[in-house]
């Protein structure tokens, strides 16, 4: 009888873990694209630190990653058992935090480039005392977790609108499986990122003779020479990621523009030979500038309102 019941509990566990697997592919095929401008954004968000401090930071980075998703795990689970009303306007908020601050660094940039005497670059901060290293720092590692916890929540609430009809067991371990893969994917790459540079000089240093050597050279100088403009490149991706992404949640929010922006995509999509690639585009592009237009509304509403304080 024992032996009996055992076999029916390992069944049932089993059973839970197929489900958990199969839901969790499905998961991360939706997640997919939110995953790929997490990557871009957290690389350029950790750019500019100084070469030896690289991997620690990304490492506090993806600890405070961590500990997000064991807030957003439990508080997604919650929010959907007793307010699931709750779920769009607390996305629809981060969305704006995404384009505000997207805008607000274009903006930033904008003054300083007009201000070249007040500009002081990243690299002139890092070059002054530890404490002033230690704040630079810290401030990177801040900027990164508040961008990471928008995305993570977009993250779990994507995938727990996959589970959303399971058992409450089988949408923990979903969300579980799912917020660790994807913290250990985009950090693992992330890291890998920003140390191309030194890949790339470990290659130009290696010795002996013979033509793999010169290969490994080359590819090595080619690594060097490019690491510089991913990372430029990477911080442009993550800036305009921040406003698809944040723009996107808006609209999606807001059902009448999501129908009109359906609507464009479905017109264009007629265009000869162009029509697939372009209606797959056109949301995507309403959405970056919709993000632009709120960003640029937070941003110069924030700037109204600390004037007033002041």
């Not at 100084?50 to 689970?77: Q, T, Y």
């Not at 660094?105 to 990243?122: A, L």
């Not at 007629?270 to 592009?285: H, K, Q, R």
Request: charged content about 15%; overall charge neutral.
């Amino acid at each position: 009888m024992a032996g009996a019941s055992l076999l029916m509990l390992l069944d049932d566990i089993a059973a839970i873990l197929d489900d958990v697997a199969a839901m969790s592919k499905i998961a991360a095929r939706k997640t997919a694209g939110v995953l790929g401008d997490d990557l871009a954004l957290n690389a350029q968000q950790v750019s500019g630190v100084a070469s030896e401090r690289e991997l620690p930071v990304v490492w506090a980075v993806a600890k405070g990653s961590f500990m997000n998703k064991l807030i957003l795990v439990p508080a997604a689970l919650l929010i959907s058992a007793f307010m699931p009303w709750a779920i769009t306007p607390l996305l629809m908020f981060g969305g704006l935090f995404l384009c505000f601050e997207g805008f607000e660094k274009i903006y930033h940039s904008y003054v300083h480039r007009k201000d070249k005497k007040s500009e002081i670059s990243e690299k002139e901060i890092i070059q002054k005392s530890e404490q002033d290293i230690k704040a630079f720092e810290k401030k990177k590692v801040k900027g990164a977790i508040r961008t990471d916890f928008v995305l993570s929540a977009e993250i779990i609430a994507i995938s727990l609108g996959v589970v959303a009809q399971s058992s409450l067991l089988s949408q923990f371990l979903t969300l579980s499986v799912i917020a660790i893969i994807m913290t250990v994917g985009v950090y693992g790459l992330v890291a890998g990122i920003v140390k191309i540079d030194d890949l790339g000089l470990y290659l130009t240093q290696r010795k002996g003779e013979g033509p793999l050597v010169a290969v490994w050279h080359k590819i090595g100088f080619g690594l060097l020479t490019s690491a510089p403009y991913l990372m430029k490149g990477l911080t442009i991706v993550g800036t305009i990621a921040m406003f698809m992404v944040g723009g996107g949640i808006l609209t999606h929010g807001i059902h009448a523009i999501s129908a009109q922006i359906t609507n464009i995509a479905l017109l264009v999509s007629d265009i000869a030979y162009l029509g697939g690639l372009l209606a797959a585009l056109t949301p995507s592009l309403l959405n970056a500038i919709f993000g632009v237009i709120a960003g640029a509304i937070a941003v110069m509403t924030m700037t109204a309102i600390t004037k007033l304080r002041s």
